[in-house]
């Protein structure tokens, strides 16, 4: 049987910190509001740098981190809901600058399930061709489409990126679990280009060119989505709750986690959160999280994590790896 491991983890993100303080200058808000509503101290805030630039910064680390080349790369997935460009996708962008001469490159758009969906495509696009090693990054610069007035949405989200390397092997990535529920799509919506010609003028019904949440919708779509999806992966690998190591979610809200904490009746410190330092990076976020992990050298050959995301769509989903670099 074809396994796929992941072999090397890597990340940027911006410079410049943004305190809750700082945004109190910008908005209606407070420090402590914002971090105990959701536990976020601060977040990186792009002062130029654009989505290619930091998904290759953390394709560069990601590629150091497995010893390998760029040439060795066969595929590179990028998962954003920010990019710089309709055309090329930032894929094919990383590949030119980081000289990733034979691979297949293609953007995918999930949301903040990005980086779950994008293993979940990789995985099975290595397992089903001759292709090798793939690239799955998660990258951001949500800073470009927020509300900057909107006190209930611009607090809670930041840049970054995150990459890692994933390559046909004998243990790692053991099952999938996502999930799509389109229904519920308007709770959480980005607008983009309207359809206007020489011959008609619509407006998308989603006109809004800037995050807009119902943020108690999400909350409940959060809590049930992890437990969920924590609960299904525990049935497809049999493992046993207890032996898994970590749960890396996607960094939202704290307070989500500590919810389903107790609604999967587990130790909050079961899960990894860097939310307080960097906020909500969406597709990012999971893969930000496990390069820090990786770096501070908490994960042994054999751990047993889980990774889960959910956001817009609605998405979410997550995968149960067995660490195995
Ligand atoms: O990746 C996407 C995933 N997203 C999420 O997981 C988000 C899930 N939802 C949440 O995290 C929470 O719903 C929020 C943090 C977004 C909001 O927390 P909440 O407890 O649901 O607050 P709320 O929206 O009901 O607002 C409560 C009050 C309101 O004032 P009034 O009407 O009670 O006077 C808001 O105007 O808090 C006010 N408020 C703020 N006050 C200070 C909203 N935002 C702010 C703010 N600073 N930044």
């Not at 290619?52 to 497995?66: G, Q």
């Not at 046993?240 to 609604?263: C, F, G, S, W």
């Amino acid at each position: 049987m074809i396994n796929i491991k992941v072999t090397g983890t890597g990340s940027y993100l911006p410079k410049n910190v943004i305190t809750n303080d700082d945004l109190s200058k910008v908005v209606d808000t407070n420090d402590e509001w914002i971090k105990t509503r959701t536990g976020i101290k601060e977040r990186r805030i792009s002062q130029g740098e654009d989505t290619i630039t930091m998904a290759t910064n953390a394709a560069k680390e990601a590629l150091k981190d497995s010893n390998l080349d760029s040439k060795d790369i066969d595929l590179i997935i990028v998962a954003t809901l920010t990019p710089d460009n309709f055309m090329p996708s930032t894929a094919c962008s990383v590949q030119n600058n980081i000289g990733a001469l034979n691979a297949m490159c293609f953007d995918i758009s999930a949301a903040c399930s990005g980086f779950i969906y994008g293993l979940e495509v990789a995985s099975s696009l290595l397992k089903s061709s001759n292709r090798k090693r793939a690239l799955v990054i998660g990258a951001e610069t949500l800073s470009k489409i927020l509300n900057w007035e909107d006190r209930g949405t611009c607090v809670l989200f930041g840049d970054g990126a995150g990459a890692c390397v994933i390559e046909k092997g004998d243990k790692g990535i053991e099952a999938f679990h996502t999930h799509s529920i389109g229904e519920k799509g308007d709770n959480l919506t980005c607008g983009a280009y309207d359809v206007q010609n020489p011959y008609v003028s619509i407006k998308n019904e989603v006109n809004e060119k800037y995050i807009k949440m119902n943020g108690r919708e999400i909350f409940k779509f959060a809590v049930k989505s992890i437990s969920d999806t924590v609960g299904e992966l525990i049935k497809k690998t049999s493992w046993e709750l207890d032996d898994v190591k970590y749960i890396v979610p996607h960094q939202a809200n704290v307070r989500v986690i500590d919810y389903t904490a107790k609604k999967l009746n587990i130790d909050n410190d079961k899960f990894y959160t860097n939310l307080d330092k960097y906020g909500n990076t969406s597709a990012a976020s999971i893969a930000i999280a496990l390069d820090e992990m990786n770096k501070k050298k908490l994960l042994n050959k054999g751990d047993k994590i889980i990774l889960v995301g959910f956001g817009g769509g609605l998405t979410y989903g997550g995968a149960a790896l067995c660490w195995n670099v």
